[in-house]
């Protein structure tokens, strides 16, 4: 089972998007992104709330509830 790092590296990268872009139109730092995807950090709800909407998956599949 992916984590949600995982998943949202993956998803960015189906999508075609860079680490920085997905960070400008998340409003998130690129650092901040990028420990997400490695797992150093968990982003608190709101945020996967906006890198749901970004990437256009229902947060259920960012977090496996589906």
């Not at 590296?9 to 998007?17: P, V």
């Given at each position: 089972m992916a984590t949600i790092g995982e998943n949202i590296?993956?998803?960015?990268?189906?999508?075609?998007?860079s680490l920085e872009e997905l960070a400008t139109k998340t409003r998130v730092g690129k650092d901040t992104i990028e420990k997400y995807e490695v797992g150093e950090k968990v982003p608190n709800n709101q945020t996967i709330l906006k890198l749901s909407t970004v990437l256009d998956v229902p947060a259920s599949v960012l977090l496996n509830e589906d």
């Open positions: 590296r993956s998803i960015r990268e189906e999508r075609g998007l």
